[in-house]
């Protein structure tokens, strides 16, 4: 509801024009039902000027569309002049227009109107207008507009239109809401003194299109520059639409100079667009880009980028010339599960050749991976039944020694464990037998393991291997008084293969030819497992002292497992093949180089023995009100492994394993883990069968260990939600090594890790290595983040990368160094933020190349 005004009807003089004849005869007719509301109302008398009434009037018949509009003060009607006058806190509102003002005068014979600030009592202007057209909105010193011809002028207006925001002197608007500024500036700073400016006599802004502008010079903190344009095209398109990528451009002394990220923008459609960018260097190197995002909502979203470059450094004159050339592939795809409730596809592709990231950089994870893995995934779960159906396609690349392995496809079914005789009305009870379960589980593989070079030539199509597993799983449980539970377990397993292998010996070539031979071949093992473990507690406690009590938990656990030789001759899965003159023969699998393997050689009877440890300790703490008790964990794992196979005819003791893990402070975690070996090792390399105890006297010699000890700190702030900077974290989310999170001020992570292995042909070998990395908020507006680290072996300092960032309010300035190393570069680029002016910047690099 509207409030009330003072309705004022100036009746001096009469005017007989057509337009005056309606307007009275309206106001007269309002003005007799104003009386007549005065009088129901239960008023007596009325002031011949003046009466009070709803201020919230319309007026349709000289408009397209009624004019809705109200005043605090007072509403004067000029029935002579056919003039509406508003004071104090005005507004109006016509269709899509909204205006409010102090003082709004309104013509209703030219349907034209005015307005401005108004003085107070005190002389001050107050309540200048502010207008609104749709999303449209703007402050002003003055106003005019006609309703009939929707054209305008306004002075000393202030106005955004999307990201930008255009000051000018003087304003006019046209009927298709362009917009034409006398003597303004554009800028995209909303400070109340805008930081930079791009000063023009002559602005032309289309809303929801672009802003063009004449002659246009910048301004800095209110200094004009020497950078001048002679006109100035910016897109102002809210949503999707296609453009031009402006390039960069640059000098590199190995590549020469060059125009970067250049290309083509295309929105799409709203759920998927592309970007295709290139390269360019003056000395022959170029690299092309294509880039898609894509979004269904409720269905799925994901990316897809392709990459190929071909880099050339020197002259092919030159011992030092060399031609790369490379590709890149990633696709990320994930799938809402709301889309197919028991069904998911997701895709992780991370593919190319290995020197692309070398002669490529973008951030500095991609160089230090030596190790891209890819995986194109479909699963089915059907709801209400226990099985469930998985295919998968992945792959994996190692850049450094070119080997690369890919499955294609592999599949896996499922039936989860069931209980065959357990009742269906339980009644009392559960019996020993109602606890055995049963699965199922088959797997299918076709994969080939080759180098890169290799992957799409002929002869790397026979090099595929592929088999078909099946594995049934029965066990149960069985509780051995209170405080023991055996569990044992048959494990059947059956291969299925299509090829296998055949050696004879060459007499001719003295070697032994390997032949290929098709046909089914089946592959059938077995095995009997039962393990037997309890939990022993310990407790100490103390009546005085900080120190409460101690308490110790150690879980021994006994297994035995028992597997048949399956490497007997009548079952034909081994065969004996001569291997050199004298006539020695060997034995060899069928199965060899199979996907799976084949069954395993040797019978066993292998009792393994396990002992976890957790130690922990309780201390007092004195508080105001009361004692209270603060859990501390020394070793939250202390483990020791081993095992002896009664069935081997030597070295039965297998090699013992000691692994730890604890939480010394908090954000202080130690890692350990050691192999220590009972028997001797020849100085050639040899077990033999004597155990160091009755040798050297001792319980075993340390083969490896491995200590790690990790440091890791972060101190979050809360902040208000800012669109624009989570706009820019979604696009820096795609380049991680320039990333800064603005909500983490500190954080600080260090490893420490020492690897030692021995050998009694090589001698030790320590390795020895120290990394931190981090990032620092210094104020507000300053971040550093830094990775580093130390190889004691080498005596080197590791890849190690500094970056400093800056908030310029409506700039930002970022700083990326590697002082030293094969990827020795600066970055160094100070930018406005808005997208709109992402090619206004400054930028100073120096990559590898010029290093050569």
């Known amino acids: 509801m509207f409030g009330m005004c003072r309705v004022h009807y100036l009746l001096t003089s009469f005017c007989w024009s057509p337009v005056c004849s309606r307007v009275k005869s309206y106001l007269g007719t309002i003005g007799l039902l104003l009386l007549l509301f005065s009088s129901a109302s239960g008023q007596d008398s009325l002031s011949t000027d003046t009466i009070t009434v709803p201020d919230s009037l319309l007026l349709a018949d000289e408009f397209e569309s009624p004019v809705k509009y109200k005043a605090r003060d007072s509403v004067v009607y000029d029935l002579n002049s056919g003039m509406v006058f508003l004071y104090g806190e005005a507004f109006m509102e ?46 002003a010193e003055t106003i005019r507009y006609n309703f009939e011809t929707k054209r305008g002028k306004i002075t000393e207006v202030t106005t955004r239109d999307g990201e930008s925001l255009i000051h000018g002197q003087s304003v ?68 999707r639409s296609s453009g031009i990528l402006f390039p960069q451009y640059g000098d590199s002394r190995q590549l020469g100079f060059f125009l970067k990220n250049g290309g083509y923008y295309l929105g799409l459609s709203d759920h998927f667009d592309l970007a295709l960018t290139g390269d360019i260097y003056s000395k022959g190197s170029w690299r092309v880009n294509a880039f898609s995002n894509y979004n269904w909502r409720y269905r799925f979203s994901g990316n897809f980028s392709v990459n190929y470059s071909n880099t050339r450094t020197s002259r092919p004159e030159f011992p030092d010339y060399s031609l790369e050339k490379a590709f890149f592939v990633r696709w990320n795809h994930t799938q809402d599960s709301k889309a197919r409730p028991g069904t998911s ?57 070119g080997d690369i392995s890919i499955s294609l496809p592999s599949a896996t079914f499922n039936v989860a464990r069931q209980s065959p005789f357990k009742r269906k009305q339980q009644v009392g009870s559960i019996r020993w037998y109602e606890r055995i379960g049963v699965g199922y589980t088959s797997s299918f593989i076709n994969s080939i393991t080759t180098k890169d070079s290799l992957l799409f030539t002929e002869s790397s199509l026979s090099q595929f291997r592929n088999g078909m597993q099946h594995s049934v799983p029965i066990n149960t449980n069985l509780s051995i008084g209170k405080f023991f539970t055996l569990t044992p377990s048959i494990a059947y397993t059956e291969k299925w293969y299509l090829r296998t292998i055949q050696k004879r010996w060459d007499a001719d070539k003295a070697l032994v030819d390997v032949d290929t031979v098709d046909g089914f071949k089946a592959a059938r093992e077995f095995s009997f497992s039962a393990s037997l473990n309890t939990r022993v507690y310990g407790l100490v406690q103390f009546k005085r002292g900080r ?58 009877s292998l009792l393994a023995f396990s002992l976890d440890n957790n130690l922990e300790m309780k201390l007092r703490k004195q508080t105001d009100t009361a004692e209270v008790l603060k859990k501390v964990k020394l070793f939250e794992s202390l483990s020791l492994n081993t095992a002896y196979n009664f069935a081997a005819d030597s070295l039965r003791l297998s090699p013992m394993s000691i692994t730890g893990r604890a939480t010394i402070v908090d954000r202080v975690s130690l890692n350990m883990f ?124 590791s890849y190690t990368s500094l970056g400093i960032y800056r908030d310029l309010h409506c700039w930002e300035m970022s700083l990326n160094w590697v002082p030293f190393g094969f990827q020795q570069n600066f970055f160094f680029q100070i930018n406005v933020k808005s997208s709109m002016l992402q090619d206004l910047k400054l930028t100073r690099k120096n990559d590898r190349f010029d290093n050569r």
């Open 94 to 139: 016509y269709e899509d227009i909204q205006l409010e003002a102090d003082y709004i005068h309104l013509d209703i014979e030219t349907k034209t109107l005015f307005s401005s600030a108004w003085p107070d009592s005190n002389g001050v202007l107050r309540g200048a207008p502010k207008f609104k057209q749709g999303e449209d909105k703007f402050d």
């Open 345 to 401: 596809f997701t895709a992780n592709v991370n593919a190319g050749s290995n020197t692309f990231y070398r002669y490529n950089l973008t951030n500095a994870n991609n160089f230090l991976t030596n190790t891209f893995t890819s995986s194109v995934a479909w699963s089915k779960a059907w709801i209400g039944k226990p099985i469930n159906l998985s295919i998968a396609a992945t792959h994996t690349q190692n850049t450094q020694t």
């Open 674 to 797: 050691a192999t220590i070996d009972p028997y001797v090792t020849t100085s050639n390399g040899t077990r033999i069968n004597t155990l160091e105890w009755n040798q050297n006297g001792r319980i075993g010699r340390l083969t490896n260990a491995n200590f790690s000890l990790n440091f890791s700190v972060t101190k979050r702030q809360q902040s208000k939600q800012d669109t624009q900077a989570d706009e820019r974290k979604a696009e820096m989310s795609k380049r991680p090594g320039d990333y800064f999170d603005p909500e983490v001020p500190f954080s600080l992570s260090f490893a420490y890790n020492v690897f030692y292995q021995n050998s009694v042909v090589t001698g030790d070998d320590v390795t020895q290595t120290i990394s931190m990395n981090g990032d620092l908020q210094l104020t507000p507006s300053w971040k550093v983040n830094y990775n580093t680290g130390y190889d004691f072996r080498s005596g080197e300092i």
């Open 547 to 604: 120190l409460a009590a101690v308490r110790h938990v150690m879980t021994p656990t006994l297994a035995y497992t028992f597997k048949p030789d399956f490497s007997d001759p009548a079952l034909g899965y081994y065969k004996q093949v001569q291997v050199d003159t004298t006539g020695r023969m060997q034995q060899y699998s069928i199965f060899e180089g199979s996907i799976f393997g084949g069954p395993g050689v040797g019978k066993a």
């Open 172 to 239: 006019r608007k046209e009927p298709d809401n362009s917009t034409f500024v006398s003597k303004g500036y554009f800028t995209t700073c909303d400070a109340p003194q805008p930081h930079y400016c791009l000063k023009s006599d002559k602005i032309k802004v289309i809303p929801n299109d672009k802003v063009v502008t004449g002659p246009a010079d910048l301004f800095v903190m209110g200094v004009p520059t020497p950078v001048a344009i002679p006109f100035g095209f910016f897109p102002n398109v809210k949503g």
